[in-house]
């Protein structure tokens, strides 16, 4: 059956903001099966000379991921960058101080940046701020941008050593990880005392790299007065370039499937807490004067929280179904729609555990939200402009059926993003003034049940495919089919 009451009206001169690539970015944790077992695996017959799994590799390359964040998490907090410093043969092996698994230190801090550079994306490292004996020193982070960034010196001489002579240029900086939870090694009581302690980061660091760029911890999963004490702080408000926020749909039920409807409209939620915190940092911002906003970063995000270390029942093929590419297409387009105020969204993680891709000895797997990250790199670098939709509501609630976020790339060029949550076709009136459509493509993801996942025996279940599109003028009608996520090219 087909529904006929929806319509899109988009708005080419109502611009909300420029989109910052990097809300495709990526995490990447020390965690099992995501740094060893993921993208890196020694010995393995997936891995070259240097133990960088290639199957793994040419996923990633292919959705294009324009920077990742390491190294985590919660792991952060207790990481020490020495440990992973240097010739490989030297660095001890240690517990892992926040996983149940010994820590090799294999994978450093020039593996790390080494595999951004491989798959062309922009490094951010998170260092482990916290008021513990455990937690590392404003000196000791001021050392590791020497070893990151330094031409000469100890620190530059150690990075010689592991193989490594030319400076690493990392600018971007996590001042911690939700260093607000008790989870966390250090953590604090208030945004006011971890706001002091990141001004010494800041300023140790500064001192070997004045263009280093901040992204201070934001409050999640509590509540709270985190942000509020945090940015009365005139200096950091002045001082940091993001503020950050997680974002979990389901915290534990790990064998649970997630009801489709329900994680849709607990996108509504998400959106109300964007907008209060992006709320909060323009009061602050016109409070100091500061013209140039900071931005929000939301820098771990899943539909599926992922604190359970069961391999076995994080790699279930079942959790990750069309219903999840649904969720994560919602979720784009969420930030898409902020592209003024959010400029880094990083899925967590990229790969194993709740990752885009399952790698095991077999090879790898390309889970259903993997294809919408593929279908939406397209937007990155565009304008994101205004959409006026209408469309039947989801059972019993004011969410409509039609989510949609809107792509003008130039003058020429404009994509539409639709996420059609009904489980039912709906047949669509679309308007763009003054854009004379000529030529038009589009790319569908979709499968026989918003249950529907893929799997190593068949991993075919939920791809895209090409739609059959033949669009012209400034009006059209289309039809996107129930639970769709459709991307269209429209060229004039």
Not at 112 to 141: D, W
Not at 171 to 199: H, M, T, V
Not at 439 to 465: C, H, M, Q, W
Request: glycine share 8%.
């Amino acid at each position: 059956m087909v529904n006929a009451e929806s319509s899109i009206s988009i708005n080419l001169d109502n611009i909300i903001g420029k989109i910052n690539p990097f809300i495709l970015g990526q995490f990447i944790e020390h965690f099992p099966r995501q740094i060893y077992g993921g993208i890196y695996e020694e010995g393995s017959t997936h891995s070259d000379s240097k133990g960088f799994r290639l199957d793994v590799e040419l996923a990633v390359k292919n959705l294009a991921v324009p920077l990742l964040r390491w190294p985590g998490g919660n792991y952060t907090s207790g990481y020490h960058w020495k440990w992973g410093a240097g010739p490989k043969e030297e660095r001890i092996p240690r517990k892992n101080p926040h996983w149940d698994e010994v820590e090799t230190h294999r994978f450093g801090t020039t593996e790390f940046v080494e595999y951004c550079h491989r798959i062309g994306a922009e490094p951010l490292i998170c260092v482990g701020v916290g008021c513990s004996e455990k937690n590392p020193t404003p000196e000791e982070a001021a050392a590791w941008v020497r070893y990151c960034n330094s031409t000469k010196g100890p620190e530059a001489e150690l990075r010689a050593k592991a193989g490594y002579p030319e400076p690493l240029n990392v600018k971007w900086w996590g001042l911690g990880n939700e260093c607000f939870g008790p989870w966390q090694i250090g953590y604090y009581q208030n945004g006011e005392d971890y706001g002091k302690d990141i001004l010494k980061f800041i300023k140790a660091m500064k001192k070997t790299d004045e263009s280093l760029k901040f992204v201070a911890v934001g409050e999640a999963f509590i509540k709270g007065k985190w942000n509020e004490k945090l940015l009365s702080n005139d200096e950091v408000a002045r001082k940091i370039d993001t503020l950050s926020w997680h974002h979990y749909f389901q915290i534990g039920d790990y064998e649970e499937r997630i009801e489709h409807i329900k994680a849709t409209l607990g996108l509504r939620k998400v959106e109300r807490k964007l907008d209060q915190i992006i709320a909060l940092i323009q009061d602050t911002c016109d409070r100091i004067g500061r013209s140039d906003l900071i931005q929000l970063a939301v820098d771990e995000w899943n539909e599926y929280g992922w604190e359970e270390v069961n391999i076995e029942k994080n790699a279930l093929p079942e959790l990750y179904d069309l219903a999840h590419a649904l969720y994560t297409a919602g979720f784009l387009n969420i930030i898409l729609r902020r592209a003024k105020n959010i400029s880094m969204a990083n899925y967590s993680p990229i790969v194993n555990t709740r990752g885009l891709i399952f790698a095991d000895p077999r090879g790898t797997l390309l889970r259903s939200s993997y294809y919408v990250y593929q279908m939406y790199k397209t937007c990155a670098g565009g304008v994101s402009v205004s959409s006026e939709v209408n469309s039947p509501k989801l059972e019993e609630s004011n969410a409509l059926s039609l989510d949609v976020a809107s792509v003008k790339v130039d003058d020429k060029r404009v994509f539409l993003y639709v996420v059609n949550r009904a489980l039912q076709d709906l047949s669509c009136k679309v308007n763009i003034p003054d854009f004379n459509i000529k030529s038009s493509s589009g790319t569908i993801l979709t499968a026989e049940s918003v249950r529907s996942y893929n799997s190593f025996e068949n991993p075919d279940i939920v791809i895209p495919k090409a739609l059959k599109v033949n669009i012209s003028g400034e009006n059209f009608n289309f039809i996107f089919p129930k639970h769709s996520i459709s991307v269209l090219k429209l060229e004039n």
